[in-house]
């Protein structure tokens, strides 16, 4: 099956800096990128929905000038956490999905961000 | 307004028993349906997926599901769990030609018990 990975699998930083985090899809080009949000015991939220070469999409409540997305290749896609805080702990996964009508998306790793 | 909906937010099972774990869906039109696994520790990885045609759907790990469209339901099933199917489940859904995007249910913890 397709592949998609994550870098960093986890990274600490202090408060006040930021985070890229990179999304790739490995052996598959993916039109639509997703970047999701998944709180302990929680289901995953939808952060943004990128589409290669356009601007995000963000989801209602999701800071747009905070979690800068970037959708630069058919294969590239990062999430970057600005000025981070604390409250910005948590696990950020990304998917890819391929051009089609069928929804079906593939899930990175997930990469733990500990905002100290 | 398009949703997924799961009941069961924990569920305990000994080891040889039956699971059903419960999806429902709000959609218009044509819904593709997903349920995804989440081990501890790991990434979500898909467990089977519908599209259309035949509404019972097998996926891996013994595990299928069936798209009852009278009832909106997409339930989870599998004749006897084993230890090894401790994990968070999802269901998801999305809408032919909404750009791929996904509604995750809120997930079933799932514990099987020795």
């Known amino acids: 099956g397709a592949v998609v990975s994550q870098h960093p699998s986890w990274v600490i930083c202090k408060s006040g800096t930021s985070v890229k985090i990179e999304c790739r899809s490995l052996?598959?080009?993916?039109?639509?990128m997703f970047w999701y949000r998944q709180f302990p015991k929680q289901s995953l939220m939808l952060m943004a929905t990128s589409n290669e070469g356009s601007k995000a999409t963000y989801e209602q409540g999701v800071e747009k000038d905070k979690f800068l997305i970037n959708h630069a290749s058919l294969t590239l896609s990062t999430l970057t956490v600005t000025s981070a805080h604390p409250e910005d702990s948590s696990f950020y996964i990304c998917s890819a999905a391929a051009a089609g009508p069928y929804n079906e998306q593939f899930f990175g790793p997930g990469t733990r961000l500990t905002v100290l | 307004a398009q949703s997924v909906s799961q009941h069961n937010h924990h569920v305990i099972l000994s080891e040889a028993a039956s699971l059903e774990l419960g999806c429902n869906y709000s959609y218009g039109g044509t819904v593709n349906l997903f349920w995804y696994v989440q081990y501890p520790g790991q990434h979500l990885q898909l467990l089977l997926k519908?599209?259309?045609?035949?509404?019972l759907v097998k996926g891996i790990k013994g595990f299928e599901a069936e798209f009852i469209k009278s009832k909106f339901s997409f339930n989870l099933r599998k004749p006897s769990v084993q230890w090894s199917d401790t994990a968070e489940y999802f269901c998801a859904g999305g809408s032919t030609g909404g750009g791929n995007k996904l509604t995750f249910g809120t997930g079933t913890q799932l514990k099987v018990e020795l």
């Open positions: 052996d598959f080009q993916a039109t639509t």
């Open positions: 519908y599209f259309s045609g035949d509404p």
